[in-house]
């Protein structure tokens, strides 16, 4: 393949080039040739040279189709889903695990941080230098001008910082026939006016694009959940359409049909029309 950080894969006749690493299609799993199935996209790394020469690219697959063809678990990705499930960053269970979880520790950090910038504002009053000082005249500061240097002060920094995925909850990907655990993904729901751009850029920077996390899935409750944004490390896809499972509230079928992908690039979403060759 030309590039080798991109790899192909094929999903209803529509072909896309996705970043080839440690991270799996949403709802799907892979197929290239033989009697084996995959999930992560940059399987085919660990393959025998002669595999790797003859590999050009994916076919996501349902489960359904892995039953109709007998397809057996690639033994590359069944590893690594073991040492997945050893980590420890599975933090919520929909069930009683969820009781137990204890304080999480980003609100200690944002509790932290609000402290030390509450802190900065209150120093900042009564030690920042007062601006008319720098001036010739000799004038004593006043009130007024102390009130304008606060004021400028907070405007450069905001006194809270909000992240969309401080909302955020890892979700299991349950197996729905062996009911084993598949890894996680990653999901805040959210009011679609909240989600800005630059919050958008925010979230894939620090929490999207880090080593080890799977996808990431934004759904809209003033959307009744029907519309979302998908993310995994390379792409974000604005505009998915989505159909949440009537026996699972965290189970969700993503439809990309009329899907707008982005990459974040210099700190800018900037879109990305994926090659389509059908
Ligand atoms: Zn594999």
């Not at 910082?161 to 084993?180: G, N």
């Not at 805040?188 to 919050?199: G, M, Q």
């Amino acid at each position: 393949m030309a590039d080798s950080q991109k790899v192909a894969v094929t999903k209803n006749g529509k072909t896309y080039y996705l970043n080839a690493n440690n991270t799996a299609v949403f709802g799907h799993y892979l197929f290239a040739d033989g009697k084996t199935y995959h999930k992560y996209l940059d399987c085919y790394k660990l393959w025998s040279e002669e595999y790797q020469t003859n590999f050009t690219g994916w076919q996501a697959i349902s489960k359904k189709e892995i039953k109709e063809m007998h397809l057996r678990y690639c033994k590359f990705c069944q590893n690594r889903e073991d040492d997945e499930t050893q980590s420890t960053h599975y933090e919520f269970l929909p069930t009683d695990a969820a009781e137990k979880k204890p304080v999480p520790k980003w609100l200690k950090i944002f509790l932290f941080v609000a402290l030390a910038l509450l802190l900065i504002v209150v120093i900042g009053v009564h030690f920042l230098p007062d601006p008319s000082e720098d001036e010739t005249t000799t004038s004593t500061p006043t009130a007024a001008n102390q009130v304008v240097a606060v004021s400028d002060n907070s405007e450069q920094k905001p006194v809270v910082d909000f992240h969309l995925y401080d909302q955020a909850r890892d979700i299991p990907v349950i197996d729905t026939e062996t009911s084993e655990r598949k890894g996680t993904y990653s999901l805040i729901k959210t009011d679609s006016a909240l989600v800005t751009d630059e919050l958008l850029v925010d979230w894939y920077e620090n929490h999207v694009s880090l080593p080890g996390r799977g996808f990431s899935l934004i759904v809209f409750v003033d959307k009744d959940e029907k519309e979302g944004i998908y993310a995994l490390s390379g792409m974000i896809a604005k505009n998915v359409h989505l159909e949440s499972d009537p026996d699972d509230p965290y189970l969700y079928d993503v439809d990309f049909d009329d899907a707008v992908y982005y990459s974040v690039i210099d700190g800018n979403l900037v879109e990305q029309p994926f090659t389509i060759t059908d």
